[in-house]
Each structure stands twice: as structure tokens, then as C-alpha cells.
């Protein structure tokens, strides 16, 4: 899963990652959590029939997906991720796999690892090896509202963990190559099955789990601190015991 992450790169780094042309300021963030607004990159009307201008822009979202399609949103469930695997069955995320394909920058993000007993959550902070933020892989819907007024939104695609992450999560973000980043978000010539070997997981060596306090579990609490390294008392063992709060349903 991905719960939580950071975008800590400047407007500049991001905007140079994501191939736009410039971004308003914007202060890092260390905790971003679903329902917050989060930045994404689309492709412009070469790569989208919805679009209304060429070029890549940059938008902000809501994180929590909502399909087209809802009416009522009283007891619909938060949608901020979908199984890459089979986002293209589901009626919530196929029209969005199929034309509404978006980037989503990030610094870095949190997962959650159960002790033996099943009872105890260690947090770890996912971030890359080498300096500079990454892109997950997103899917975007704008929803519009009884009262007719317009909610953009997004989620972000999981996949399985790789070796150096199962340990802790049997599913991460999954974290595109930047040479991949068009094609991704080409929606005009490629559709959700011609992209779908892009949704694999990262490769080992690309990330590393730095295990940090339960600050991060304060969404409240968005200081550079929650970042801060900690040693573990024994080192842990391996499997997938974690289920961090709060779960997404598997519904869609």
C-alpha cells in the first residue's frame, strides 16, 4: 500500500522531473495522508482527448479517488490506492487507466510493519538511494458534484514489493522510470493493457527502508523530524505482518 508520503523536492526539482515548465512555490511536505491535496502531472491534448492545451501541466487533487459515476458520496470508501494488476476490471479506475493516466512526485513514502505478535506497528520511511524525487504511477477523475461544481481526484497504483521491501509491505507505489513517464501518460496510442509492463515493481537497489518513530502516525505532525532514523532494538523478521491504519476496502 502507500498511506502516507512526502514531497520534500523544490518547485524546481519537481518541475524538472515531471517535464513542466515551472510550478508555483509550494513548502515541502513530510506527511501527506488520503484527502489532502496532492500535486500530479497529466499529459496535454497530445496525449489526452479531454485535454485543453498541449504540454504536460500540473494539477492539484484530491487524494481519494472518486469514479464519474458516483452520486452519492455517504458511505463511499476513500480510494487512494488501486491494484495495478487489475485496475482495468474495475468499474471504479478502468475509464481512468484508459485516458486519465498522471504522474505523482514524490520524496519518499511511510510504511507500517506488525511485530511477531501481530500487535506493535514499526514505521519505516521508503526513500530512494540517490538524491531527487521519484514519480508513482496515477490515475486521475474529475467528479462532478450534485450542485454541479467540479472535484478533481487521484489514486495511486500498488503493485507487489520487491525483495527489499517485502519484508515490511507485501505491496508498494509503483514508482515509474523516468524514460517511461510518456509513454505512461500517452493516452491518445496507448491504452491500459499497452502500459501494463510498466506497472512492475521498482528495482531493488532503488529504494531503501530507514526505520523511523511513530511521529509519522500523527498526521498532525509534518516536521522534518518524523523523518528522523532510529535504531531497532533486534532485527526483525522477515514476512509481511502489517496492516497500517486506515485499510482500504478491497471493493474495487
Not at 452519492?72 to 485516458?99: I, Q, S, V
Not at 462532478?144 to 487521484?154: I, K, N, Q, R, V
Not at 493516452?187 to 531493488?204: E, K, N, Q
Amino acid at each position: 500500500m502507500c498511506p502516507r508520503f512526502c514531497l520534500t523536492a523544490t518547485p524546481r526539482e519537481t518541475a524538472d522531473l515531471l517535464g513542466l515548465a515551472a510550478l508555483d512555490g509550494f513548502p515541502p511536505r513530510y506527511n501527506i495522508a488520503p484527502a489532502q491535496p496532492i500535486l500530479v502531472a497529466l499529459g496535454g491534448a497530445e496525449d489526452r482527448p479531454d485535454a485543453g492545451r498541449p504540454g504536460r501541466a500540473g494539477l492539484l487533487v484530491r487524494w481519494g479517488f472518486i469514479p464519474a459515476w458516483v452520486r452519492d458520496l455517504k458511505g463511499f470508501p476513500l480510494l487512494f490506492n488501486a491494484a495495478a494488476e487489475t485496475a482495468g476490471e474495475k468499474n471504479a479506475f478502468r475509464a481512468a487507466l484508459r485516458y486519465r493516466r498522471c504522474l505523482v512526485p514524490a520524496s519518499g513514502w511511510y510504511e507500517w510493519r506488525r511485530d511477531d505478535r501481530g500487535r506493535k506497528h514499526q514505521a519505516f520511511f521508503i526513500r530512494p538511494r540517490t538524491a531527487g524525487p521519484i514519480a508513482f504511477a496515477g490515475l486521475m477523475e474529475t467528479w462532478l458534484s450534485p450542485d454541479g461544481s467540479e472535484l478533481d481526484t487521484a489514486a495511486i497504483l500498488t503493485t507487489t514489493a520487491n525483495r527489499t521491501l517485502r519484508p515490511i509491505r507485501d505491496r508498494t507505489p509503483v514508482v515509474l522510470e523516468e524514460a517511461d513517464f510518456q509513454r505512461w501518460l500517452d493516452c491518445r496510442s496507448h491504452d491500459g493493457a499497452d502500459v501494463a509492463d510498466l506497472l512492475r515493481p521498482a528495482p531493488d537497489a532503488l529504494v531503501e527502508a530507514v526505520p523511523i518513530s511513530d511521529r509519522v502516525n500523527r498526521i498532525a505532525d509534518t516536521s522534518p523530524e518524523i523523518q528522523a532514523p532510529i535504531k531497532l532494538a533486534e532485527t526483525p523478521s522477515g514476512g509481511d505482518k502489517t496492516r497500517d491504519p486506515p485499510d482500504q476496502p478491497s471493493l474495487f
